[in-house]
């Protein structure tokens, strides 16, 4: 039974929003956070490929969301099949991980290939913006369940001597993540509201920092207590029973419960599995690949630029947005940008549809459509 929440997202801004008169679709670039709020139009497929490839937009179900616009805006232009099956293919090009985009597409196309040219425009209009507000009830949705989870390991602090409850969270899966709520964040947002006392770790994520400068910005904008560590804390504040439990996003879930998701996850779960931490992963059920069983063998993990690596950008004491060099010259990066967490060392899935074992019967039934 899902205990009650409150109803509006935690912010008032959606990292995503169609413009009414269908001509383009306005979102946060979110490589200007958390030194400016930026806003960026996006008005063909082009731009929405663009906003992926270069993380203006990331996250998955944001990612996703964004691909199905791009797809209807594709087909305010020209929807004639090849002209939106080479904007689908650019837009399945522009990131390899997330399995959203995917999802997206393909939902787009089975709505465009069973219509006339003529309908397209509007039809793949309504689509993507039911693409949009169902991500906002699923994550609503996976709030209400993640929340009693919350609520049980908070009564147990307090009965071992009180304290608020320690959340640690990697990368962001929050509301800039998805079109609203985020996903690991909405049990906490929602918990944060019904005046539950918490405080998130929250990890810097490096190489791109997304813990740093895109979770620690939204958790402040709502007033949740946070604080940032390096990545390489978690496990020594695991040690010192400083963490409750751990929740994080998910890119990619396979049939068996293996979990891809931002580069380092998988050690915070090694940590909280020796400290006899759960580690939770919050998804919608549209990030569950039934077609993949062995995560490790068969997700795509995607490569990113050494850059990432070797520099770092921030906003120096004059203000001036800068990167800057943090290693020798010439020196080689590696960037693996995503890692996969075996499904043996996940507590559970907070899903949509409830909470689930990470394991193939239980996912199978989850989707399983027959009553
Ligand atoms: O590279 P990013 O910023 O797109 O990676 C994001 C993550 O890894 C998130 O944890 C994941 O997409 C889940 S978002 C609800």
């Known amino acids: 039974m899902n205990a009650p929440g409150p109803t509006e997202p935690p912010h008032r801004l959606r990292p995503l929003r169609a413009l009414p008169d269908a001509s383009g679709v306005e979102i ?8 400016a709020l930026r806003m960026a139009t996006l008005r063909t497929a082009a731009d929405a490929t663009l906003a992926i490839a270069d993380m203006a937009v990331r996250g998955a179900p944001l990612i996703g969301a964004t691909a199905a616009f791009g797809v209807a805006l594709q087909a ?10 080479a904007a689908t293919a650019a837009l399945q090009a522009a990131r390899p991980t997330a399995v959203n985009l995917a999802w997206a597409l393909q939902r787009m196309q089975r709505r465009w290939l069973a219509l006339p040219v003529a309908d397209r425009a509007a039809a793949c209009w309504a689509e993507a913006l039911a693409v949009a507000e169902e991500d906002i009830a699923v994550n609503a949705a996976i709030g209400r369940n993640g929340l009693p989870l919350l609520q049980a390991l908070a009564a147990r602090r307090s009965a071992a001597g009180g304290g608020p409850l320690q959340v640690l969270t990697h990368c962001n899966a929050g509301w800039l993540a998805t079109v ?24 810097e994520t490096r190489p791109r920092n997304q813990g740093a400068s895109l979770t620690a910005w939204e958790l402040g904008q709502a007033g949740v207590p946070h604080t940032v560590v390096a990545d390489n804390a978690g496990g020594h504040l695991m ?5 409750d439990l751990v929740i994080v996003g998910a890119d990619r879930v396979t049939a068996r419960g293996d979990v891809c998701n931002k580069i380092g996850t998988y050690l915070k779960a090694l940590a909280a599995r020796d400290n006899g931490i759960p580690f939770y992963v919050a998804m919608p059920t549209s990030t569950l690949d039934l077609s993949l069983t062995d995560g490790l063998a068969e997700i795509p993990i995607e490569e990113r630029s050494g850059r990432e690596v070797t520099h770092l950008s921030g906003r120096s004491a004059s203000g001036a947005l800068v990167e800057v060099q943090v290693t020798p010259d010439g020196t080689a990066a590696a960037n693996p940008a995503f890692d996969v967490t075996p499904a043996r ?3 559970g899935l ?4 409830g909470l689930v074992p990470a394991q193939e019967a239980a996912l199978r039934r989850l989707m399983d459509p027959r009553p």
């Open 180 to 203: 609203g709520w985020g996903t690991a964040t909405a049990p906490i947002y929602m918990a944060h509201a019904l005046g539950m006392k918490l405080h998130v770790w929250v990890d």
């Open 350 to 353: 907070i899903t949509e549809r």
């Open 28 to 35: 946060i670039d979110q490589r200007h956070l958390p030194h």
């Open 239 to 243: 040690q010192h029973r400083q963490v």
């Open 345 to 347: 060392l996940v507590t």
């Open 76 to 85: 305010q232009h020209e929807a004639r099949d090849a002209a939106l099956q």
